[in-house]
Protein backbone atom coordinates (compact mmCIF):
# COMPACT_ATOMS: atom_id res chain seq x y z
CA UNK A 1 0.00 0.00 0.00
CA UNK A 2 1.50 3.25 -0.70
CA UNK A 3 0.40 7.18 -1.21
CA UNK A 4 2.45 9.13 -3.91
CA UNK A 5 2.00 12.80 -4.42
CA UNK A 6 1.32 14.74 -7.80
CA UNK A 7 4.46 13.98 -9.53
CA UNK A 8 4.18 10.44 -8.65
CA UNK A 9 6.80 10.39 -6.03
CA UNK A 10 6.50 7.81 -2.89
CA UNK A 11 5.21 9.85 -0.27
CA UNK A 12 4.33 6.97 2.38
CA UNK A 13 4.33 3.07 1.82
CA UNK A 14 3.34 0.15 4.31
CA UNK A 15 4.20 -3.27 3.20
CA UNK A 16 3.00 -5.81 5.32
CA UNK A 17 3.21 -9.52 5.21
CA UNK A 18 5.66 -12.15 5.39
CA UNK A 19 8.11 -12.41 2.21
CA UNK A 20 8.63 -10.16 -0.40
CA UNK A 21 11.21 -12.23 -2.23
CA UNK A 22 8.16 -12.99 -5.86
CA UNK A 23 6.85 -9.12 -5.23
CA UNK A 24 9.60 -6.72 -4.45
CA UNK A 25 7.73 -4.13 -3.03
CA UNK A 26 10.39 -1.56 -2.19
CA UNK A 27 10.21 1.11 1.04
CA UNK A 28 9.90 4.68 1.07
CA UNK A 29 13.71 4.53 0.00
CA UNK A 30 13.23 2.84 -2.81
CA UNK A 31 14.86 -0.52 -1.56
CA UNK A 32 13.21 -3.57 -1.33
CA UNK A 33 11.40 -4.02 1.68
CA UNK A 34 13.18 -6.34 4.50
CA UNK A 35 11.03 -5.44 7.38
CA UNK A 36 7.44 -5.87 7.23
CA UNK A 37 4.49 -4.68 8.75
CA UNK A 38 2.21 -7.76 10.36
CA UNK A 39 -0.19 -9.03 8.58
CA UNK A 40 -3.72 -8.48 10.12
CA UNK A 41 -6.34 -10.48 10.97
CA UNK A 42 -9.83 -10.77 9.89
CA UNK A 43 -11.36 -7.62 11.52
CA UNK A 44 -8.03 -6.58 11.88
CA UNK A 45 -6.13 -3.36 10.86
CA UNK A 46 -2.91 -2.21 10.86
CA UNK A 47 -1.73 1.19 12.16
CA UNK A 48 1.60 3.06 13.72
CA UNK A 49 2.17 1.96 17.46
CA UNK A 50 2.94 5.74 17.69
CA UNK A 51 0.83 8.30 15.28
CA UNK A 52 2.56 9.98 12.83
CA UNK A 53 6.10 7.87 13.68
CA UNK A 54 7.56 6.46 10.63
CA UNK A 55 10.81 4.58 9.49
CA UNK A 56 11.94 1.88 6.87
CA UNK A 57 11.61 -0.48 9.74
CA UNK A 58 7.67 -1.28 9.66
CA UNK A 59 7.99 -4.01 11.78
CA UNK A 60 9.07 -1.56 14.80
CA UNK A 61 6.78 1.22 13.70
CA UNK A 62 3.49 -0.97 12.92
CA UNK A 63 0.92 -3.07 14.98
CA UNK A 64 -2.47 -4.58 14.59
CA UNK A 65 -5.26 -3.24 15.96
CA UNK A 66 -8.60 -5.28 16.66
CA UNK A 67 -12.17 -4.36 16.49
CA UNK A 68 -11.81 -2.67 13.13
CA UNK A 69 -9.31 -0.28 14.40
CA UNK A 70 -10.18 3.39 14.82
CA UNK A 71 -10.53 4.91 11.30
CA UNK A 72 -10.96 8.96 11.64
CA UNK A 73 -9.15 8.52 15.16
CA UNK A 74 -5.88 8.63 16.96
CA UNK A 75 -4.51 5.25 17.73
CA UNK A 76 -4.49 4.39 21.06
CA UNK A 77 -0.74 5.35 23.13
CA UNK A 78 1.74 2.88 23.97
CA UNK A 79 1.18 1.92 27.40
CA UNK A 80 3.84 3.42 29.79
CA UNK A 81 7.39 1.59 30.03
CA UNK A 82 6.95 -1.18 32.48
CA UNK A 83 11.54 -1.95 33.33
CA UNK A 84 9.79 -3.84 36.64
CA UNK A 85 9.73 -6.96 34.95
CA UNK A 86 13.61 -6.83 34.33
CA UNK A 87 15.04 -9.71 35.93
CA UNK A 88 11.94 -11.87 36.08
CA UNK A 89 11.33 -11.91 32.39
CA UNK A 90 14.04 -14.87 31.24
CA UNK A 91 14.70 -16.40 27.33
CA UNK A 92 13.67 -20.00 28.31
CA UNK A 93 13.88 -21.96 24.86
CA UNK A 94 14.86 -21.51 21.53
CA UNK A 95 14.34 -23.25 18.31
CA UNK A 96 17.06 -21.85 15.42
CA UNK A 97 17.31 -24.67 13.10
CA UNK A 98 13.92 -25.99 12.21
CA UNK A 99 13.58 -29.01 10.05
CA UNK A 100 13.94 -28.38 6.26
CA UNK A 101 14.31 -24.77 5.63
CA UNK A 102 15.11 -22.21 8.49
CA UNK A 103 13.10 -19.27 7.05
CA UNK A 104 9.91 -18.17 8.91
CA UNK A 105 9.99 -21.17 11.32
CA UNK A 106 11.86 -19.90 14.28
CA UNK A 107 10.49 -19.26 17.71
CA UNK A 108 11.65 -18.00 21.04
CA UNK A 109 10.06 -18.67 24.34
CA UNK A 110 10.20 -16.46 27.56
CA UNK A 111 9.08 -17.06 31.04
CA UNK A 112 8.21 -14.82 33.52
CA UNK A 113 9.45 -16.03 37.44
CA UNK A 114 7.03 -13.10 38.71
CA UNK A 115 3.74 -13.54 40.42
CA UNK A 116 2.01 -10.72 38.48
CA UNK A 117 1.53 -10.86 34.99
CA UNK A 118 4.16 -8.29 32.87
CA UNK A 119 3.24 -6.11 29.88
CA UNK A 120 6.35 -6.53 27.36
CA UNK A 121 4.84 -3.51 25.21
CA UNK A 122 8.12 -1.85 24.04
CA UNK A 123 10.61 -4.24 25.04
CA UNK A 124 12.70 -5.57 22.15
CA UNK A 125 14.61 -9.22 21.16
CA UNK A 126 17.71 -8.64 19.15
CA UNK A 127 19.49 -10.78 17.47
CA UNK A 128 23.49 -11.29 16.16
CA UNK A 129 23.50 -13.96 13.26
CA UNK A 130 27.17 -14.39 12.80
CA UNK A 131 27.94 -11.22 14.27
CA UNK A 132 27.95 -11.47 18.00
CA UNK A 133 28.17 -9.33 20.12
CA UNK A 134 26.95 -6.74 17.41
CA UNK A 135 23.50 -6.70 17.09
CA UNK A 136 21.23 -5.09 14.86
CA UNK A 137 17.81 -3.35 14.94
CA UNK A 138 15.66 -5.60 16.76
CA UNK A 139 11.65 -6.51 17.10
CA UNK A 140 10.30 -3.94 19.35
CA UNK A 141 6.80 -5.93 21.11
CA UNK A 142 4.16 -4.00 20.72
CA UNK A 143 1.76 -3.00 23.93
CA UNK A 144 -0.38 -5.31 25.62
CA UNK A 145 2.12 -8.25 24.95
CA UNK A 146 1.61 -9.55 28.10
CA UNK A 147 3.38 -12.43 29.79
CA UNK A 148 1.32 -14.44 32.78
CA UNK A 149 2.46 -14.95 36.30
CA UNK A 150 4.77 -17.98 36.70
CA UNK A 151 4.14 -18.71 32.45
CA UNK A 152 5.44 -18.70 29.32
CA UNK A 153 4.81 -16.69 25.93
CA UNK A 154 5.78 -17.94 22.88
CA UNK A 155 6.75 -15.02 20.47
CA UNK A 156 7.08 -17.18 16.83
CA UNK A 157 7.49 -16.64 12.91
CA UNK A 158 4.20 -16.93 11.23
CA UNK A 159 5.28 -20.02 9.29
CA UNK A 160 6.01 -21.95 12.35
CA UNK A 161 4.18 -25.27 12.22
CA UNK A 162 3.97 -26.58 15.99
CA UNK A 163 2.77 -29.92 16.99
CA UNK A 164 2.58 -29.81 20.59
CA UNK A 165 1.44 -26.18 21.88
CA UNK A 166 -0.73 -26.21 24.51
CA UNK A 167 -4.16 -24.99 23.95
CA UNK A 168 -4.07 -21.79 24.87
CA UNK A 169 -0.71 -20.63 25.35
CA UNK A 170 -0.07 -17.45 24.96
CA UNK A 171 1.75 -16.32 21.75
CA UNK A 172 2.47 -13.49 19.73
CA UNK A 173 3.18 -13.87 15.80
CA UNK A 174 5.35 -11.98 13.81
CA UNK A 175 6.81 -11.89 10.43
CA UNK A 176 9.15 -14.57 8.56
CA UNK A 177 12.33 -13.12 8.76
CA UNK A 178 11.55 -10.57 11.99
CA UNK A 179 13.42 -13.67 14.34
CA UNK A 180 16.42 -14.28 12.15
CA UNK A 181 18.02 -16.39 14.26
CA UNK A 182 21.46 -17.82 13.15
CA UNK A 183 21.34 -21.88 13.59
CA UNK A 184 24.72 -21.89 15.29
CA UNK A 185 27.29 -23.02 12.98
CA UNK A 186 29.14 -19.53 14.09
CA UNK A 187 28.85 -17.34 16.56
CA UNK A 188 25.55 -16.25 17.15
CA UNK A 189 23.59 -14.36 19.10
CA UNK A 190 20.28 -13.18 21.13
CA UNK A 191 19.45 -10.51 23.66
CA UNK A 192 16.26 -9.07 25.77
CA UNK A 193 16.12 -5.50 26.19
CA UNK A 194 13.66 -3.94 28.88
CA UNK A 195 11.71 -0.78 27.24
CA UNK A 196 14.26 1.57 28.90
CA UNK A 197 17.18 -0.10 26.98
CA UNK A 198 18.64 -2.29 29.63
CA UNK A 199 19.75 -5.86 28.98
CA UNK A 200 17.18 -7.99 30.86
CA UNK A 201 18.74 -11.67 29.20
CA UNK A 202 20.90 -13.06 26.36
CA UNK A 203 22.03 -16.13 25.19
CA UNK A 204 25.36 -16.82 22.77
CA UNK A 205 25.63 -19.97 21.21
CA UNK A 206 27.57 -21.69 18.53
CA UNK A 207 30.45 -24.17 17.79
CA UNK A 208 31.59 -24.74 21.22
CA UNK A 209 35.22 -24.88 22.35
CA UNK A 210 36.56 -22.00 20.02
CA UNK A 211 39.99 -20.95 21.12
CA UNK A 212 39.78 -17.53 22.52
CA UNK A 213 36.33 -17.05 22.45
CA UNK A 214 35.20 -15.17 25.25
CA UNK A 215 31.72 -13.31 24.94
CA UNK A 216 29.72 -11.51 27.21
CA UNK A 217 26.11 -13.46 27.89
CA UNK A 218 23.90 -11.70 30.54
CA UNK A 219 26.97 -10.06 32.99
CA UNK A 220 29.47 -12.59 32.86
CA UNK A 221 32.30 -13.10 31.07
CA UNK A 222 32.61 -16.84 30.01
CA UNK A 223 35.06 -19.22 27.99
CA UNK A 224 32.41 -21.18 25.85
CA UNK A 225 29.58 -21.05 24.35
CA UNK A 226 25.95 -22.78 24.70
CA UNK A 227 25.88 -25.76 21.99
CA UNK A 228 24.51 -25.43 18.53
CA UNK A 229 21.51 -26.72 18.52
CA UNK A 230 21.18 -29.89 15.67
CA UNK A 231 18.13 -29.83 13.30
CA UNK A 232 14.96 -29.56 15.21
CA UNK A 233 16.65 -29.15 18.53
CA UNK A 234 15.95 -26.06 20.75
CA UNK A 235 17.91 -24.46 23.32
CA UNK A 236 16.49 -24.36 26.70
CA UNK A 237 17.43 -24.08 30.36
CA UNK A 238 18.07 -26.91 32.47
CA UNK A 239 16.71 -26.69 35.56
CA UNK A 240 14.05 -25.20 34.48
CA UNK A 241 14.45 -21.05 34.48
CA UNK A 242 18.12 -21.43 36.23
CA UNK A 243 20.01 -18.30 35.75
CA UNK A 244 23.68 -18.02 36.54
CA UNK A 245 24.52 -15.68 33.57
CA UNK A 246 26.43 -18.35 31.92
CA UNK A 247 25.86 -19.57 28.45
CA UNK A 248 25.99 -22.82 29.95
CA UNK A 249 22.73 -22.45 31.69
CA UNK A 250 21.00 -23.39 28.36
CA UNK A 251 21.43 -27.11 26.97
CA UNK A 252 20.22 -29.10 24.15
CA UNK A 253 16.47 -30.59 24.36
CA UNK A 254 15.51 -33.54 23.36
CA UNK A 255 11.52 -32.32 23.16
CA UNK A 256 10.25 -29.49 22.43
CA UNK A 257 8.32 -27.73 25.10
CA UNK A 258 6.88 -24.11 23.82
CA UNK A 259 4.31 -22.57 26.34
CA UNK A 260 5.33 -25.20 28.89
CA UNK A 261 8.08 -26.48 31.27
CA UNK A 262 11.19 -27.57 29.11
CA UNK A 263 11.81 -30.99 27.96
CA UNK A 264 14.45 -33.85 28.95
CA UNK A 265 17.72 -32.77 28.42
CA UNK A 266 20.06 -34.13 25.93
CA UNK A 267 23.57 -35.28 27.53
CA UNK A 268 25.90 -37.09 25.10
CA UNK A 269 27.88 -39.85 26.32
CA UNK A 270 31.14 -39.37 26.96
CA UNK A 271 32.34 -42.47 25.11
CA UNK A 272 32.60 -42.83 21.08
CA UNK A 273 32.49 -45.87 19.38
CA UNK A 274 35.64 -48.41 19.45
CA UNK A 275 36.85 -51.30 16.78
CA UNK A 276 36.72 -54.67 17.99
CA UNK A 277 35.10 -56.99 21.28
CA UNK A 278 37.59 -56.77 23.77
CA UNK A 279 37.64 -53.18 25.43
CA UNK A 280 33.93 -52.34 24.77
CA UNK A 281 30.93 -52.60 26.63
CA UNK A 282 27.46 -53.15 25.29
CA UNK A 283 26.33 -50.37 22.41
CA UNK A 284 23.79 -47.67 23.45
CA UNK A 285 22.65 -44.92 20.88
CA UNK A 286 23.33 -41.00 21.14
CA UNK A 287 19.89 -39.17 22.84
CA UNK A 288 22.18 -36.08 20.93
CA UNK A 289 22.44 -37.58 17.53
CA UNK A 290 21.19 -41.07 17.03
CA UNK A 291 24.79 -42.51 16.85
CA UNK A 292 26.37 -45.40 18.26
CA UNK A 293 28.20 -45.61 21.67
CA UNK A 294 29.40 -47.90 23.97
CA UNK A 295 30.29 -48.46 27.43
CA UNK A 296 33.05 -47.58 29.38
CA UNK A 297 35.65 -50.26 29.04
CA UNK A 298 35.20 -51.14 32.38
CA UNK A 299 31.91 -52.86 32.03
CA UNK A 300 32.99 -55.42 28.77
CA UNK A 301 33.12 -57.91 31.46
CA UNK A 302 28.98 -57.61 31.45
CA UNK A 303 28.73 -57.66 27.65
CA UNK A 304 27.21 -60.68 26.47
CA UNK A 305 29.24 -63.30 24.59
CA UNK A 306 29.76 -63.01 20.87
CA UNK A 307 29.37 -65.43 18.28
CA UNK A 308 34.17 -66.28 18.14
CA UNK A 309 32.87 -66.48 21.69
CA UNK A 310 30.81 -68.80 22.16
CA UNK A 311 32.63 -71.07 19.44
CA UNK A 312 35.22 -71.57 21.36
CA UNK A 313 33.75 -72.58 24.37
CA UNK A 314 31.54 -75.25 22.75
CA UNK A 315 35.02 -76.70 21.29
CA UNK A 316 36.99 -76.24 24.42
CA UNK A 317 33.68 -78.45 26.24
CA UNK A 318 33.58 -81.07 23.43
CA UNK A 319 37.73 -81.56 24.03
CA UNK A 320 36.43 -81.88 27.78
CA UNK A 321 34.46 -85.06 27.22
CA UNK A 322 36.03 -87.04 24.79
CA UNK A 323 37.52 -90.03 26.59
Known amino acids: MRIVNCLGEPVDTVVYGSDNSDDQWEDDSGAVATSFAPKPGETESIGRRMNGVDTTKAAMTSTVFGD ?11 PPCDVSGNGLVLINEVLADAVGAD ?9 NLGTADIDLGGWELQVAPSTWPNFGEG ?13 F ?3 HEDATEFTNLPVGAPILVVAAGE ?21 ADALAYGPTGTAGVEFDCGN ?11 EAQTLGRAPEAADTNQCSDFTLQTTM ?11 PPDDVPKSGCRGRGSATTNPCDGTTVYEPPGRCATAPFGGLEAVVLALALIRRRRP
Not at 103 to 111: M, N, S, T
Not at 220 to 230: E, I, M
Open 68 to 78: RGHPGYANPAP
Open 257 to 267: SPGAENGDVCV
Open 103 to 111: AGQHWIELV
Open 220 to 230: AAFPTLAPAPG
Open 139 to 151: LSLPGGTILPAGG
Open 179 to 199: LDLGNGSSEDGLRLMDCGGNE
Open 153 to 155: LVI
